[in-house]
């Protein structure tokens, strides 16, 4: 970052990219290079750049730090004061919407180093990406500009050219996009495009890491499904077995169907109950089916699942002995449901329906981070999209350690949402003397040892997540990890799985597994 002009550092994630970019801000800072540090991110960031501020320099982010939020109104009476600050931290939409506010306030007579934090939202490569071309635009007015990202090739080449061209809007390294599309069509294109960018990015590999980071273990846990559960969960499997004969619905409409019934599959592996409602997250309505007799079952249905009740019984030893744990869930139902049986812990919500800031009535995410952070043998139920980037649960702003177990009530096979859960507690500043547990809830039938479609996940995000750790580990090569990074103009229900071509992937294995299941009389 000081040698290169500007760079992109694409090192993992929980490796210290923002302490990295404090790091050079503070030199060139000191050399006149630069006067001050513009950051773009996602909300979550915000909170992570002002605590390493006060680690990195020792002194309050308050004064020094200013988000660049708020009504339209309460912007505009901001724009003075940009320039009284160390940094200032603005997400995509607002720097979006206030292109010409900020290069008129802030960029006009000021050297200004311009961060994009988790570049891989600017990905787009459409002609009209608002957010890309906003950034690449104003980034013509900085002095120095820098990306952050571990995952800048998230689907496939062309998402590069956005993030390389911020970085050299002027000479572009890429191309025009016209031509790029060209580029991308290339036998050789991963070698052609590594060569043009090289010189342009650095990255810390897990391998760089290994030495300062904690060992990781891994438990995988069976729970068995009681008979009621058991048989709804079959009665699901059979409703979306037989979607595989469906011939009067459009293809969109049943491939829509499809990701419905696979929700709710996830939901009652793990908690029947859930399938009951109108889920807000992934817009689905109470379930419906023409099986009255499952219909009967589940409006009676008012079992504690097993699962749910060993997450709370691990999660309660770890808290008697004053250890912190996160417990990671899919749906929001089932936080809120985790946190009432837990309700004499006083456990900490995390799910997309907690604010990022506080208000007068309630505490946001942020504040509720930090309680979790400086207390001992506290329980955190968080859903992985809330807090998927940015934030770290692994030590305090005092440098303590905070928390070294996890356990998963449930996953989906969003593999870049995984990942990014693992990297919450597992990362540099982590105790090394003290190993990270991840524990692994899987619901199995009855008989103890038949698998559901916890185990399909599993074995699919093992996969996923050994192929992101062996292709992140080349300190000197790019290539496309095909995760599923947030896209927040995708369908929702999309999101629980990975992009569209290795949907058919997914569908072949559930389906594979309910063949066993019938030939095994299960259903």
């Not at 990295?20 to 992570?48: E, W």
């Not at 009951?276 to 089916?289: R, V």
């Not at 990671?328 to 812990?345: G, H, I």
Request: with cysteine; aromatic share 8%.
């Amino acid at each position: 970052m000081i040698q290169v002009p500007n760079v992109g550092n694409f090192s993992i994630p929980g490796s210290g990219k923002t302490t990295m970019a404090y790091a050079a801000y503070s030199i060139l800072k000191d050399r006149n290079t630069i006067d001050q540090l513009f950051v773009v991110g996602p909300l979550s960031s915000f909170k992570p750049w002002e605590d390493e501020f006060e680690s990195c320099f020792g002194i309050p982010a308050e004064k020094n730090v200013l988000r660049f939020t708020g009504t339209p109104s309460e912007k505009k009476n901001l724009l003075p004061e940009l320039k009284k600050y160390e940094v200032v931290l603005a997400s995509y939409p607002t720097t979006t919407n206030a292109e010409d506010d900020l290069i008129a306030n802030l960029f006009s007579d000021r050297k200004i180093m311009m961060v994009i934090d988790e570049s891989h939202h600017i990905k787009s490569f459409d002609e009209n990406a608002s957010w890309a071309n906003a950034m690449i635009r104003i980034g013509l007015h900085a002095k120095k500009r820098v990306i952050l990202t571990g995952t800048p090739l998230p689907h496939g080449w062309r998402d590069l050219w956005s993030q390389i061209t911020f970085l050299y809007p002027d000479y572009r390294v890429l191309d025009s996009r016209f031509n790029y599309r060209e580029t991308i069509t290339r036998p050789d294109v991963g070698s052609h495009v590594s060569e043009l960018i090289h010189p342009f990015w650095s990255r810390i590999s897990h391998h760089d890491m290994k030495n300062d980071l904690p060992e990781r273990k891994t438990i995988s846990l069976p729970v068995e499904m009681s008979p009621l559960q058991e048989e709804i969960y079959n009665a699901l499997e059979g409703e979306l077995a037989a979607l595989e004969n469906e011939s009067d619905l459009a293809f969109y409409e049943l491939q829509d169907l499809r990701r419905v019934r696979t929700l709710r599959l996830l939901q009652c592996a793990t908690n029947p109950a859930a399938i009951k409602q109108k889920d807000i997250q992934f817009d689905l309505d109470p379930y419906q089916t023409d099986n009255s007799s499952i219909m009967d079952k589940l409006e009676t249905y008012d079992e504690t699942p097993e699962k749910i009740l060993k997450a709370v019984t691990l999660a309660k030893q770890l808290a008697d002995q004053k250890k912190n744990v996160v417990i990671w869930v899919v749906f929001r139902y089932n936080v809120r449901y985790v946190c009432k049986l837990l309700e004499e812990m006083d456990p900490i919500p995390i799910s997309g329906e907690i604010d990022i800031e506080s208000t007068k009535d309630d505490p946001g995410r942020d504040d509720l981070i930090d309680l979790f952070k400086n207390s001992k043998g506290k329980i955190m139920v968080a859903t992985m999209g809330s807090i998927a980037e940015s934030v770290s649960l692994h030590r305090n702003q005092k440098g303590e350690p905070v928390c070294h177990n996890a356990i998963y009530l449930e996953r989906s096979f969003n593999a870049g949402q995984f990942m990014q859960s693992i990297f919450r507690i597992f990362r540099i500043g982590s105790d090394p003397k003290t190993p990270v547990t991840n524990t692994y809830l899987n619901s199995v039938y009855g008989d103890g040892y038949t698998r559901t479609i916890d185990d399909v996940i599993s074995d699919r995000l093992r996969e996923r997540s050994d192929r992101m750790f062996r292709l992140l580990d080349d300190p000197t090569k790019l290539v496309p990890l095909d995760m599923d990074t947030k896209d927040y103009k995708k369908d929702d229900r999309a999101q629980i799985f990975d992009e569209e071509e290795q949907e058919d992937i997914v569908r072949k294995k559930i389906l594979d597994m309910i063949k066993r299941h019938q030939q095994k009389n299960k259903l």
